[in-house]
């Protein structure tokens, strides 16, 4: 294989650049130790799983796929060893082998040690930030010290009482990734000369990048370990791990309302969800009419008591049972505006909204969102966010510096609550425009 010598990746992972959008800095790094003894190419190795694992600003399939689409970055001279051999995955999209090299060595990780609490695998799973994150964290920490130090969490792995320093965690990664290295030494050699082998770490790659996503931040998206209040006897029997509301403003109205949901069904039979919008003012709650846009469609409401609001249902294309899962999209607008809107408002009618999470570039994986697109010439004066507060309430400004104030700018809002969202409240995004 056309690996790079050791002692200049070595050389190129201490002094060279990253491009592109990976940080115009020097890259520092700390090898923990020697290297051990072994071949040129198991040394490249070594040298390029060590850098992977101290970068702190983003997940190391990024690294990988910017190594393979950039040659002359700093992330292809430190990577080349790893990526190059994917050549032979013919007429294979850069997308495709970065997640064929990622998935060679999370299935590499998976069958080190002799059981999922090994010291080596522990250590490997922090530094590669694969799933599962200790219990009592929302996500693998920037730096790779600081991804030790959160094993320290993990009962029993590196001794009882747990130590207070990382030492041992730093002793069982210098074995691990020399171990780690070995054996893709060997895989690598034989991708190199079949590349249809490859195509089964594609997948692996791909099922790790999505758990990746999940299990950054596994209990604040199901909801563990966050405190629920008991919903109301007639809430649906559904939980929001995720929900997007995306509105475009015309002028100082709704135009559109778009909500995406990702849903845990409660109980067995669910086979729908229902929504009522309302316009958002202050003197007239009219409804809206709904919309199906993706994976429901409009179906007979279900009786309700004389005189109540009948909000319109959202069918399933299929019947969840508890613990299933359910992602669907629908949107509201207001096609006969008479006034202003004073706020963009969710109200929980349902067991709740997991607490906000995001993945490694910023963008929200759990939790709800509001984001609202305002016109450039139809700018608000403030915005704020508000939550389990009155209709009053949600209506004053908060004093400069409070941090409910989101920033204007050029007219796209957007908030996530990082607390969960719990039942039978209401939560939003309020603004107050000049003429008020």
Known sequence: MPFTSSSVLAEACRSLPLGHDEAEETVAI???????????????????????????????????????????????????????PSTSLAAAASESRAFAVWGLIVDEIGKLGSAAASRRRCTLTAAFRLPPVPAAETGWKATLDDRFQQLTKLPGVFGDPPPITTTPMHKAWRRAVGTLADCLVERLESLWEDGREWQDYVEIGRRAAEQSARGLSWERRSGAGAEFRAPSPGAQPVFVERMLVRVVMHRELVSRRTTERDIVAREDGVDGFDVLASAGRTADPSELPVKAIWACRLVPP??????????????????????????????TGDDDPED??????????????????????????????VQVNFEPRCLPDACWWYAEQTALERLRRPPDGDRRLLEVGDGFVEHTFEEPCQPREEYGIAFKWPHE
């Open 30 to 84: 700390r090898l923990d130790g020697p290297l051990a003894g072994g071949s040129p190419e198991r040394a490249d190795i070594e040298v390029a799983l060590r850098w992977l694992a101290i970068r702190k600003d983003g997940a190391p399939l990024r690294f990988l796929r910017y190594a393979i689409e950039e040659p002359a970055s700093g992330s292809a001279a430190a990577l080349g060893c790893l990526v190059e």
């Open 302 to 331: 279900r009786a309700t008591p004389p005189g109540d609001p009948v909000p319109t249902r959202l069918g399933f294309s299929k019947v969840l049972r508890r613990g299933d899962r359910y992602y669907f999209v629908s949107e």
């Open 340 to 369: 202003w809107q004073k706020w963009i408002n969710v109200a929980v009618d349902h067991h709740g909204i997991a607490p906000g999470a995001f993945d490694d570039h910023g963008r929200p994986i759990a939790g709800l969102t």
